[in-house]
């Protein structure tokens, strides 16, 4: 019985949060940023955003980090004391072909509007943000 709860349960885990659009992509990372979802920031970013995106909230963390013993816990706390301020609006999609393109976000932190260019790609029909177009737009 084990193995078949698992068996159902584990492939529904992974598509948590998947995208069917670059927009999607966005709105879901945002999210899950705001939200501390592990899981669902690693479904909707590239490799290397997701783990920048993660050691810089673990790096500016002012929680007791050796009082964790559960680094999921930590990370959860991390990112959502990091992006508790973080919204988005106005999400543009410019497309450069059909699996490729930027997505323009106005982004507001620390009573701080800004506009920064994300990177979107489809891999395997799933739409992901893969990094930023500019080191100046750090999230």
Same mark, same amino acid.
């Given at each position: 019985?084990?193995?078949?709860? !698992?068996?159902?349960?584990?492939?529904?885990?992974?598509?948590?949060?998947?995208?069917?659009?670059?927009?999607?992509?966005?709105?879901?990372? /945002?999210?899950?940023?705001?939200?501390?979802?592990?899981?669902?920031?690693?479904?909707?970013?590239?490799?290397?955003?997701?783990?920048?995106?993660?050691?810089?909230?673990?790096?500016?963390?002012?929680?007791?980090?050796?009082?964790? !013993?559960?680094?999921?816990?930590?990370?959860? *706390?991390?990112?959502?004391?990091? /992006?508790? *301020?973080?919204?988005?609006?106005?999400?543009?999609?410019?497309?450069?072909?059909? *699996?490729?393109?930027?997505?323009?976000? !106005?982004?507001?932190?620390?009573?701080?509007?800004?506009?920064? !260019?994300?990177?979107?790609?489809?891999? *395997?029909?799933?739409?992901?943000?893969?990094?930023?177009?500019?080191?100046?737009?750090?999230?």
């Amino acid at each position: 019985m084990n193995l078949l709860k !698992t068996s159902l349960i584990l492939p529904a885990l992974l598509l948590i949060g998947c995208s069917g659009s670059p927009k999607d992509a966005v709105s879901n990372m /945002y999210d899950a940023l705001q939200d501390g979802n592990i899981v669902k920031l690693v479904n909707n970013t590239g490799e290397s955003l997701n783990i920048m995106l993660i050691s810089n909230s673990l790096k500016e963390c002012s929680v007791n980090k050796k009082g964790y !013993t559960d680094n999921l816990k930590l990370t959860h *706390d991390c990112l959502v004391e990091k /992006y508790a *301020d973080l919204s988005y609006k106005d999400i543009d999609i410019t497309l450069l072909s059909e *699996d490729k393109g930027y997505a323009k976000v !106005t982004v507001i932190a620390n009573s701080k509007e800004r506009t920064i !260019t994300l990177l979107v790609q489809k891999i *395997d029909d799933t739409w992901i943000v893969q990094g930023l177009k500019s080191l100046d737009d750090i999230i």
